[in-house]
């Protein structure tokens, strides 16, 4: 399935091989090269994920689990196949504990529905933290608001850490579950996830961790973290869109009520009554997108032959060096923790002066940059910075110290003109 990705060759960490491997990296934009730096938005594809989706739809294509002819059991050994490939790339003990979703808000969003019918009571309290992404926000107030919970907030020091001390003087009697992101969508911090972990098992709370910014940057293993549940999305990890995963320890999923009625998640259906399929198929109502699923697995594989830790080597010191760089400009203001070893992550959010992050997203996008400008969905954190927005560059395996110098001089340039 990697025939056509170069790094198949490539044992080596080979940006140049690596860039190849990603058709629209030489595309121009407005007459310049294209400088993709909105990698934490969604990640570009690796030409073998794109033939791997083709090639299923022209030979493949067939219904799963459903049917007994050839094309259904080749299709569905695939999807099968890529549960399997998602289990093995995050240290999950049994693929029934990999459901596939459409992305992570969907994955969040089932288990808030999931988790509350179960075990949230009026007066009970649900903990996030104050650097998360709006998807690990309202699907939790919804749900609290059905239930008469409450949410609790983990607050965060003004270097854009979590605090722990508060944190465990949060949790009480009263707390039913710990939602924390494992790197911040617009500071880059990464948060100390086991720790998290471990302070809410002492109380016997359960910790789902939001991996959407983690799964793509460094190893993650899920006997290592020891979390309860675990959210990604497939297209920030160079997979496609509509595919993600909600990773469950077995013995919380079993407890778990189904998130949607239909086809797949059940075993026998009767007017009176009906009784529902075994894990995972049990969250999986109605026809799975095994094309992306399958395609999600072929991008697995792909970072998986290039290795996490060297993927994670190169952008911590992509990062650190567009840091060093950055801070150099006059009136340069980056938010987040320092770009010490393992507390930073592959993401730069920045303000120049009084230069509106729109301006400043929008004049580097002439210039052929890509990056994004606002809130990010994370508005109670700029309610912490005291901002509106930011802008951010974010960093994938194939990003270069060229293209971080384009930007700063990119910077400069705007910075320049106003
Ligand atoms: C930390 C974090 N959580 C959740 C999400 C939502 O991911 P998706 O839109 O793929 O569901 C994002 C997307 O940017 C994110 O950065």
């Not at 791997?52 to 007994?68: C, F, K, L, Q, T």
Request: charged content about 20%.
């Amino acid at each position: 399935m990697l025939k056509n990705c170069k790094k198949e060759k490539a044992c080596m960490y080979n940006i140049d091989n690596v860039r190849e491997d990603f058709p629209i990296l030489i595309r121009q934009v407005y007459g310049r090269p294209l400088v993709y730096l909105d990698n934490g938005a969604t990640t570009q594809k690796p030409r073998c994920v794109v033939e791997a989706m083709v090639d299923e739809y022209y030979n493949v294509n067939a219904n799963v689990h459903r049917g007994v002819h050839f094309l259904s059991q080749q299709a569905t050994e695939l999807h099968e196949q890529s549960r399997e490939t998602v289990r093995r790339f995050i240290g999950a003990r049994s693929a029934s504990e990999v459901l596939f979703t459409r992305g992570t808000t969907e994955s969040i969003n089932l288990l808030a529905f999931s988790f509350g019918e179960a075990f949230l009571r009026e007066g009970d309290e649900v903990v996030v933290s104050a650097m998360e992404h709006h998807s690990n926000i309202v699907p939790w107030q919804m749900v609290c608001e059905r239930k008469g919970a409450r949410l609790r907030v983990i607050p965060m020091t003004d270097a854009g850490t979590l605090c722990m001390d508060a944190y465990r003087q949060l949790l009480s009697e009263r707390t039913r579950i710990v939602c924390c992101t494992h790197v911040s969508n617009v500071l880059g911090t990464v948060n100390p996830v086991e720790e998290v972990v471990r302070e809410a098992h002492r109380h016997g709370i359960p910790v789902l961790i939001d991996g959407a910014q983690s799964t793509p940057h460094f190893p993650v293993d899920m006997q290592q973290l020891d979390c309860d549940f675990f959210a990604f999305s497939g297209h920030k990890i160079y997979g496609p869109t509509g595919i993600g995963v909600l990773y469950g320890k077995e013995e919380w999923l079993e407890k778990l009520p189904p998130y949607q009625g239909g086809g797949e998640m059940i075993k026998n259906v009767s007017f009176e009554r009906t009784t529902y399929n075994e894990l995972p198929y049990k969250f999986e109502a109605g026809t799975p997108d095994y094309v992306a699923s399958h395609a999600l697995a072929v991008a697995l594989d792909y970072v998986s032959a290039l290795g996490m830790e060297n993927i994670y080597q190169h952008e911590q010191a992509l990062t650190r060096y567009a840091m060093e760089q950055l801070q150099q400009l006059e009136g340069m203001r980056i938010f987040g923790p320092p770009a010490a070893e393992g507390q930073h992550d592959a993401v730069v959010s920045f303000l120049v002066g009084n230069i509106h992050h729109l301006d400043m997203g929008t004049l580097l996008d002439r210039l052929g940059i890509a990056v994004r400008t606002g809130h990010h969905c994370a508005e109670p954190l700029m309610h912490r910075l005291g901002i509106e927005g930011t802008v951010r560059a974010s960093f994938g395996l194939y990003n270069t110290k060229d293209e971080v110098d384009a930007l700063v001089a990119g910077i400069e340039r705007v910075r320049k003109m106003f």
